[in-house]
């Protein structure tokens, strides 16, 4: 439980003055790389849905799986991780008394090896010699370059999670037997997940890079591919508990609540750590040469991730319907009128939330052997993942960035701003609405992911998907409005609103709460579970695939 007696001075002076302005330029600075980002690869978002549609012909000069690479890279990569970073090191400095300057020159090092990796990464992009998409592995070769550049990401990234480490472990030294503030708490659990879950990707782009640059003739494609999705299947669930920090913390605290019960908080954190990164496979559920039993093993480890989410959704649900009945809400569902639908603050995360109940329970479809037959290599993966990481993840990080920013900024969110941000957060769900809903229809009806504009000759099957698509591309267009405004906001905020103090959210639990035990600070406990689990999903499947390796794959560049 965070009290302020228990602060030491120069925390005390940090909640009371703010954060400081070095500390300030840091988080601003990835956020507003991540905001340039999120323009950017809006922009291309929406030109490769408008051609999906086959309503825009792209120029000779540029092709569509150049545009999804791209708009891959720059939404998955940079944008959520640019945010993430400048977001828990704000929280960092914020509840931990301030960033070492250490910890702040290891953060503007990670910051310019992320930038430098992907002016590497982008460069042959742009030049269509590495028309890869996102994922990256096996047989589609890219340029030695792209692969460059990828290495200076991870180590930019790895950079950053420990100097977090740093941070946490100077706060602990100096506050012996006490918790760590709980936002902390959930940096913590980010960065761990950051760190091992790059490092089977870092293996991954270390293999590649020798057979990209003709140094040996073939690669083992198995290996590549369940190396990329112990970091892609981690990787969503470092939004998510990105995004679910904002909704146990500061949320309540918007609505004028408590906090649900610490102890539970803290669990939830943990069980997502422990239970994330074994679960890759159930993106491989179609792939050969990989045993069922291993195949159920990691659909198992998916979806217990459920188990966290549900008692997270308990526990959201029940702080709303506490806070509104204590303002007078009335009724089963009456209490509902009584929650701040007007403050972007609170309804930009709460449509999230909503969001991933139809998300969350796409996902448990794709991680079921006989319905993953029906909707994989399909758009409806594409709507899934735009639930998820484009609704769920990203509608919460527009939440956040109406208090963090003029937090950061020293400045206030004007009602102005605040109401152009409840228009834009309706732009958003509209938006997605349609497009999701567009993508996850067709997909039932075959229209597969990856491929650009085709009638297949004037197939009648094609051809059906041709009303589906047109709805994506209005769901993309009502996107674009959205991120238009969302950036307007974003810059306004940081550089033009009126000057002022804003209050770093943070919601306190309950008077009568339980004492948190202590156990739940054993991290190296935690960590040794977590590497054990991983071991058990991921060992003996990658010891069968090199031992009895298939034939290697030579590099493949058909554009």
């Not at 995004?243 to 906090?259: C, E, L, N, Q, T």
């Not at 009638?455 to 047109?470: G, I, K, Q």
């Not at 035990?517 to 977590?530: A, F, K, L, N, S």
Request: charged share 10%; aromatic share 16%.
């Amino acid at each position: 439980m965070e009290t302020v007696n228990k602060l030491s001075f120069k925390e005390k002076a940090n909640h009371a003055f703010g954060i400081s302005p070095e500390d300030a330029v840091l988080s601003k600075s990835y956020l507003f790389v991540s905001f340039v980002a999120l323009l950017v690869g809006g922009v291309l978002g929406l030109i490769q849905g408008l051609n999906r549609a086959g309503l825009f012909e792209l120029p000779s000069w540029l092709n569509y799986y150049q545009v999804l690479t791209a708009h891959g890279i720059l939404l998955i990569l940079v944008f959520t991780a640019f945010f993430t970073i400048g977001y828990f090191y704000a929280v960092l400095s914020h509840t931990l008394g301030g960033l070492l300057p250490k910890v702040r020159k290891m953060a503007w090092i990670g910051f310019g090896l992320k930038i430098f990796g992907f002016v590497l990464a982008v460069i042959p992009i742009i030049m269509n010699e590495a028309s890869v998409m996102f994922t990256f592995y096996p047989p589609l070769a890219a340029h030695p370059v792209f692969y460059f550049g990828l290495v200076f990401i991870v180590v930019g990234v790895w950079m950053c999670a420990f100097g977090a480490f740093i941070q946490v472990a100077n706060w602990r030294k100096k506050n012996k037997g006490e918790h760590v503030p709980i936002l902390s708490y959930f940096a913590t659990g980010v960065f761990v997940l950051l760190f091992f879950g790059s490092v089977p990707v870092a293996i991954e782009v270390f293999t590649i890079i020798p057979w990209a640059l003709g140094w040996v003739d073939t690669i083992n494609v198995m290996v590549s591919r369940t190396l990329f999705w112990a970091f892609g299947h981690t990787l969503v669930n470092i939004w998510y508990l990105t995004a679910v920090s904002a909704w146990y913390v500061v949320v309540p605290k918007v609505i004028g609540g408590r906090r649900f019960s610490d102890t539970l908080t803290r669990l939830v954190i943990i069980m997502l750590v422990v239970l994330n990164i074994p679960g890759g496979f159930h993106h491989q559920i179609i792939d050969p040469g990989i045993t069922e039993s291993v195949k159920f093993l990691h659909v198992f480890m998916s979806l217990a991730i459920g188990f966290p989410s549900l008692m997270t959704a308990y526990a959201m649900f029940s702080v709303f319907e506490k806070t509104a009945k204590k303002k007078g809400g009335r009724g089963i569902f009456g209490w509902f009128k009584k929650l701040p639908w007007g403050d972007v603050r609170f309804l930009a995360p709460m449509i999230a939330m909503i969001a991933f109940i139809p998300g969350g329970a796409g996902g448990i479809v794709q991680s079921t052997n006989q319905l993953n037959q029906v909707a994989h290599n399909t758009m409806w993966v594409v709507g899934h993942f735009h639930l998820t990481l484009g609704t769920t993840a990203v509608l919460t990080f527009f939440g956040i960035s109406y208090w963090l920013v003029p937090y950061l900024s020293k400045r206030v969110l004007t009602p102005a701003i605040n109401k152009l941000g409840v228009i834009q957060t309706m732009f958003w769900t509209a938006g997605m609405i349609f497009m999701a809903g567009a993508m996850h229809w067709v997909g039932l009806l075959g229209s597969p992911r990856r491929t650009s504009y085709t009638t297949y000759s004037d197939n009648a099957t094609a051809l059906s998907w041709d009303p589906y698509l047109f709805f994506l591309a209005i769901g993309g267009t009502l996107l674009m409005i959205g991120i238009i405004i969302q950036v307007y906001a974003v810059m306004h905020l940081m550089f033009f609103a009126p000057k002022g103090k804003t209050e770093f959210p943070i919601a306190q639990v309950e008077d009568n709460a339980t004492k948190t035990p202590y156990w739940t600070e054993r991290w190296g406990v935690i960590i040794v579970i977590m590497l054990l689990v991983i071991a058990m999903g991921y060992v003996i499947p990658l010891v069968e695939m090199i031992v009895n390796a298939p034939p290697g794959s030579p590099p493949y560049s058909p554009w």
